[in-house]
């Protein structure tokens, strides 16, 4: 059985409150079905129309109807299809992006799973997605265009005063102060290579290129 969309909810039809217990939804489904008799349906579109054209429409309406209230009322009775009809009645009043993704998943899963109702077409195709949250601005990396300090890590400038310290493994280039009380610290000597460490007052391609082999790993 399917389930169709209807502009009245089920709650509605059986005359039941959202929060009406199983006791109440069973008394009622059951009340509603037995008053749903060919005989009914038949007085009823007489009302509408014509004897004859009550009689050759009765049948269907009848049998359709009926098939309705039973798939209705089992909705109604089934725990897990009553919360997916309930998330389903909340997302189309007022549902954010995200609940309709989910409410939409929880039917098709039903539908995938359940032996007894089905969830149609029409309910599922009704909930609209609007993705409306604005794309997640990139943030810019900030990139620095000036050389880093070897020790301190801060930019200097190339136009300004600096020093170079070379050694057997690397060059270390940056701010005088710094660069000074470094090798102050190591007593002038490399703390990898053990080598004295060289002053130079300009970078050189050389320098770089001037690496023993056996600490090229550490470039």
């Known amino acids: 059985m399917s389930v169709s969309i209807s502009p009245m909810s089920v709650y509605s039809l059986f005359g039941l409150s959202v929060d009406a217990n199983p006791n109440d939804i069973l008394e009622k489904c059951r009340s509603h079905c037995e008053r749903w008799t060919l005989k009914s349906v038949t007085e009823s579109l007489q009302k509408k129309m014509s004897a004859a054209e009550a009689s050759v429409n009765a049948q269907k309406v009848y049998s359709e109807g009926e098939m309705y209230l039973k798939s209705a009322a089992t909705v109604l009775l089934d725990p897990s299809a009553r919360q997916c009809y309930d998330s389903w009645l909340s997302v189309m009043k007022h549902g954010s992006c995200a609940q309709k993704k989910l409410c939409r998943a929880r039917l098709l899963w039903f539908n995938d799973t359940s032996k007894s109702v089905m969830f149609s077409k029409r309910m599922i195709d009704a909930i609209e997605i609007e993705d409306n949250e604005p794309p997640k601005k990139k943030k810019k990396k900030m990139v620095c265009a000036k050389p880093q300090c070897r020790e ?57 290129w001037n690496v023993k082999e056996k600490y090229k790993f550490i470039a």
């Open 152 to 208: 301190c890590l801060a930019p200097f400038d190339f136009s300004e005063d600096y020093l170079v310290l070379h050694c057997h493994c690397t060059t270390r280039v940056g701010h005088v102060e710094c660069l000074e009380g470094f090798s102050t610290r190591v007593k002038h000597k490399c703390p990898v290579c053990r080598q004295k460490l060289l002053k130079r007052q300009q970078v050189s391609k050389y320098l770089f």
